[in-house]
């Protein structure tokens, strides 16, 4: 896997089907990436990540469960006793 490919996957983007359905702009960015430091490129790209990940999410093995709610613990709070 190159380095781009483990950025998008970093960034939770489906390269794969990024590259298969948008391969002109894949190989822009990707040539960009191998000339840019990566937090220069995401500076550069920021907007443009954003509207890709949301067009090519990242499928998880986990995606059909429901992330668990946090359980909050009370703070046990014992009574003075006056004397």
């Known amino acids: 896997m190159t380095e781009f490919n483990e950025y998008l996957t970093s960034k939770k983007i489906d390269w794969k089907s990024f590259k298969e359905h948008d391969e002109s702009r894949y190989t822009e960015f990707s040539?960009?990436?191998?000339?840019?430091?990566p937090n220069s490129f995401t500076a550069q790209k920021l907007f443009l990540i954003n509207e890709i990940r949301r067009t090519y999410p990242l499928k998880s093995e986990r995606a059909d469960e429901k992330p668990k709610a946090k359980q909050h613990i009370?703070?046990?709070?014992?009574?003075?006793i006056k004397k």
């Open 31 to 37: 040539d960009l990436f191998s000339q840019v430091h």
């Open 74 to 80: 009370k703070p046990k709070i014992v009574p003075r």
